[in-house]
C-alpha cells in the first residue's frame, strides 16, 4: 500500500466535502436565484451545482498532497491507479433540483484495489460519517458504533436504486423477489442519502444496479468499518479496482445480507 499520513488525507476528505456542502446549499432551492440543469444523457440530469461542488472538492482534495488522481462524477484528474480520489460532488441530482433533501456528496480514498478511508455529508441535516479502514467510523466528528436493526428483514425497509427502465425490466424477477422478502422497498434517486440512513439502522439493506464505484465507495468504506456485509449480488466481494460500472452492489447488516442473498438466489 501506499505511505501516506491518513490522519491527514481524512482531514482533507472532509475539508473537501465542507468545501462541496457550501457550494451545495448557496444554490438549494434556488437560494441563490434560478439553478441552471441540462441532461448530459437522457435521464442524467447535472446542473451548476454539480459542476460548482466538484470544482470546489477538487480544489481541495488536488491542494492536499495525497493521491495520484481525482476520479469524479464530473470530472477527474491525474492517474487512475495507485492512490486516487474517488468523489460524487452531488448524489441525487434529482432530489436536489427539485428541492427535495434526500441527497448528499461524498469523497473515498482507493488505493489500488482496497478503499482506505470514506466520508459523505448530507448538508441539509448537516450529518457528517467518516471512516479510516481499521480505525472506526465517526458520526460528526465522534465516534460512531450503532446497533443493527432490531427487526427481521421481513418487517424491515430497504433500498433499492436503478438508473434506468432497461434495468428495471431485466431485473424485474429479482425486483419482486426482493418485494415479498422485506417488509417495504424504497427509493430516493440517491445513493449517499440512503447509506446514510443505513448507517444509522434506519434502513436495512441497500441495492444498487449498475453503478460507478464513486457514487457508493465511501459509503461502503463506512458501512464495512462498522461490520456491514458489502458484497455483489452473488455475496462476491467488490472489485473495486475497477473505474467503471460495477454491476451491482449490496450494503446491509449481516442478518440482512443473508436473508437478502436468500432471495437473490430464489431460495427465500
Not at 470546489?56 to 482534495?61: E, F, K, T
Not at 492536499?64 to 484528474?77: D, K, V
Not at 474517488?86 to 432530489?95: A, E, H, K, N, R
Not at 472489485?239 to 454491476?247: A, I, R, S
Amino acid at each position: 500500500m501506499s505511505d501516506y499520513d491518513r490522519r491527514k488525507a481524512l482531514g482533507a476528505a472532509i475539508e473537501a466535502l465542507d468545501a462541496g456542502s457550501r457550494e451545495l446549499m448557496l444554490r438549494f432551492r434556488q437560494a441563490g436565484g434560478p439553478l441552471k440543469s441540462w441532461d448530459k444523457t437522457q435521464g442524467a440530469p447535472v446542473t451548476e451545482a454539480d459542476l460548482a461542488s466538484d470544482r470546489a472538492i477538487s480544489g481541495v482534495l488536488s491542494g492536499s498532497g495525497i493521491g495520484t488522481g481525482i476520479l469524479s462524477e464530473e470530472s477527474e484528474a491525474g492517474e487512475k491507479r495507485g492512490l486516487v480520489w474517488l468523489v460524487d460532488p452531488l448524489c441525487g441530482t434529482f432530489p436536489y433540483r427539485e428541492g427535495l433533501a434526500h441527497w448528499g456528496l461524498n469523497v473515498a480514498l482507493r488505493d489500488e484495489e482496497i478503499l482506505v478511508l470514506g466520508a459523505i455529508a448530507l448538508p441539509p441535516t448537516r450529518d457528517v460519517f467518516s471512516a479510516v479502514r481499521g480505525a472506526g467510523a465517526a458520526h460528526n466528528g465522534r465516534r460512531f458504533e450503532p446497533k443493527p436493526p432490531a427487526v427481521p428483514l421481513e418487517r424491515s425497509m430497504i433500498c433499492v436504486e436503478i438508473d434506468s427502465a432497461d434495468e428495471w425490466a431485466a431485473h424485474a424477477p429479482l425486483l419482486t423477489r426482493f418485494a415479498r422478502a422485506a417488509g417495504a422497498i424504497n427509493m430516493f434517486g440517491s445513493i449517499t442519502y440512503p447509506i446514510a440512513q443505513l448507517l444509522q439502522a434506519r434502513l436495512s439493506a441497500l441495492v444498487v444496479l449498475k453503478v460507478a464505484p464513486m457514487h457508493v465507495a465511501a459509503g461502503a468504506a463506512i458501512a464495512t468499518e462498522i461490520g456491514l456485509v458489502v458484497s455483489d449480488l452473488g455475496g462476491a466481494p467488490v472489485d473495486w479496482t475497477t473505474n467503471g460500472d460495477l454491476p451491482s452492489i449490496v450494503i446491509a447488516w449481516p442478518e440482512h445480507h443473508a436473508s437478502l442473498m436468500k432471495a437473490a438466489s430464489g431460495r427465500a
